[in-house]
Protein backbone atom coordinates (compact mmCIF):
# COMPACT_ATOMS: atom_id res chain seq x y z
CA UNK A 1 0.00 0.00 0.00
CA UNK A 2 0.71 3.51 -0.51
CA UNK A 3 0.99 5.86 2.26
CA UNK A 4 0.88 9.91 1.91
CA UNK A 5 2.23 12.66 4.26
CA UNK A 6 1.38 16.42 3.41
CA UNK A 7 3.57 19.06 5.01
CA UNK A 8 3.65 22.55 4.50
CA UNK A 9 0.63 24.61 5.30
CA UNK A 10 0.40 27.51 7.47
CA UNK A 11 -0.31 31.11 7.41
CA UNK A 12 0.40 33.58 4.86
CA UNK A 13 -0.70 37.15 3.40
CA UNK A 14 -2.24 36.89 0.42
CA UNK A 15 0.06 37.58 -2.65
CA UNK A 16 2.42 35.65 -0.44
CA UNK A 17 3.85 32.11 -1.20
CA UNK A 18 4.07 28.36 0.11
CA UNK A 19 5.31 24.86 -1.00
CA UNK A 20 4.18 22.07 -0.05
CA UNK A 21 5.61 18.19 -0.12
CA UNK A 22 3.88 14.91 -0.12
CA UNK A 23 5.97 12.08 0.88
CA UNK A 24 4.99 8.60 -0.64
CA UNK A 25 6.50 5.25 1.17
CA UNK A 26 6.58 2.39 -1.15
CA UNK A 27 8.79 1.21 -3.77
CA UNK A 28 6.47 1.49 -6.81
CA UNK A 29 5.84 5.53 -6.31
CA UNK A 30 7.27 6.62 -9.15
CA UNK A 31 4.34 4.37 -11.09
CA UNK A 32 1.85 6.49 -9.76
CA UNK A 33 0.73 10.07 -10.99
CA UNK A 34 0.10 12.22 -8.38
CA UNK A 35 -2.72 14.96 -7.82
CA UNK A 36 -3.16 17.73 -5.56
CA UNK A 37 -6.95 18.66 -4.15
CA UNK A 38 -7.95 21.48 -1.64
CA UNK A 39 -11.40 21.76 0.68
CA UNK A 40 -12.40 24.32 2.52
CA UNK A 41 -15.04 24.71 5.29
CA UNK A 42 -18.99 23.60 4.62
CA UNK A 43 -17.65 22.90 0.32
CA UNK A 44 -16.74 20.28 -1.72
CA UNK A 45 -13.35 19.08 -2.36
CA UNK A 46 -11.85 20.28 -5.42
CA UNK A 47 -8.97 19.51 -8.26
CA UNK A 48 -6.54 21.59 -7.83
CA UNK A 49 -3.32 20.04 -9.89
CA UNK A 50 -1.71 16.47 -11.22
CA UNK A 51 1.39 15.26 -12.42
CA UNK A 52 2.47 12.43 -14.60
CA UNK A 53 4.84 9.70 -13.80
CA UNK A 54 7.66 11.18 -14.87
CA UNK A 55 6.98 14.47 -13.63
CA UNK A 56 7.06 15.71 -17.39
CA UNK A 57 2.89 16.54 -17.87
CA UNK A 58 1.33 18.26 -15.56
CA UNK A 59 -2.44 19.56 -15.30
CA UNK A 60 -4.10 22.43 -13.61
CA UNK A 61 -7.50 23.66 -12.51
CA UNK A 62 -7.94 27.01 -14.24
CA UNK A 63 -8.40 28.74 -10.18
CA UNK A 64 -4.26 27.86 -10.20
CA UNK A 65 -3.22 27.78 -13.20
CA UNK A 66 -0.04 30.30 -13.60
CA UNK A 67 -0.19 30.78 -9.86
CA UNK A 68 0.71 27.31 -8.80
CA UNK A 69 3.35 25.00 -9.95
CA UNK A 70 3.45 21.24 -9.54
CA UNK A 71 7.29 18.88 -9.59
CA UNK A 72 8.10 15.91 -8.30
CA UNK A 73 11.65 13.98 -7.37
CA UNK A 74 10.93 10.04 -7.80
CA UNK A 75 14.61 9.86 -5.81
CA UNK A 76 13.06 11.02 -2.95
CA UNK A 77 9.52 9.94 -3.14
CA UNK A 78 8.33 13.18 -3.05
CA UNK A 79 6.16 15.53 -4.70
CA UNK A 80 5.51 19.31 -3.89
CA UNK A 81 3.00 21.92 -5.05
CA UNK A 82 4.77 25.36 -5.41
CA UNK A 83 1.85 27.89 -4.52
CA UNK A 84 2.58 32.16 -5.21
CA UNK A 85 0.44 35.30 -5.67
CA UNK A 86 -2.02 33.21 -2.90
CA UNK A 87 -4.98 34.97 -2.75
CA UNK A 88 -8.02 34.34 0.44
CA UNK A 89 -9.64 31.73 -1.38
CA UNK A 90 -6.84 29.47 -1.81
CA UNK A 91 -7.43 28.94 2.11
CA UNK A 92 -8.34 24.91 2.46
CA UNK A 93 -7.23 21.70 3.56
CA UNK A 94 -4.70 20.40 0.85
CA UNK A 95 -4.18 16.75 -0.30
CA UNK A 96 -2.22 14.98 -2.31
CA UNK A 97 -3.29 11.73 -3.78
CA UNK A 98 -2.31 8.86 -6.00
CA UNK A 99 -3.49 7.39 -8.35
CA UNK A 100 -2.39 3.71 -10.52
CA UNK A 101 -4.21 5.68 -13.89
CA UNK A 102 -1.78 6.69 -16.67
CA UNK A 103 -3.32 9.61 -18.00
CA UNK A 104 -3.69 12.69 -15.88
CA UNK A 105 -7.24 12.95 -14.64
CA UNK A 106 -8.89 15.81 -12.23
CA UNK A 107 -11.59 12.75 -10.77
CA UNK A 108 -10.60 12.03 -7.94
CA UNK A 109 -12.50 8.96 -7.56
CA UNK A 110 -9.55 8.09 -9.97
CA UNK A 111 -7.12 8.08 -7.04
CA UNK A 112 -6.81 4.78 -4.54
CA UNK A 113 -4.54 6.49 -1.98
CA UNK A 114 -4.90 10.01 0.12
CA UNK A 115 -3.21 12.07 2.52
CA UNK A 116 -4.62 13.63 6.35
CA UNK A 117 -4.16 16.94 4.47
CA UNK A 118 -2.38 19.91 5.80
CA UNK A 119 -4.08 23.21 6.49
CA UNK A 120 -3.23 26.62 4.21
CA UNK A 121 -4.70 29.44 5.54
CA UNK A 122 -4.99 33.09 3.35
CA UNK A 123 -4.80 36.20 5.22
CA UNK A 124 -6.28 39.64 3.50
Known amino acids: QVQLVESGGGLVQAGGSLRLSCVASGRAFSRHVMGWFRQAPGKERDFVAA????????YYADSVKGRFTSSRDNAKNTVYLQMNSLKREDTAVYYC?????????????????WGLGTQVTVSS
Open 51 to 58: ISWTGGET
Open 97 to 113: AASSRVLLTSNEDLYDY
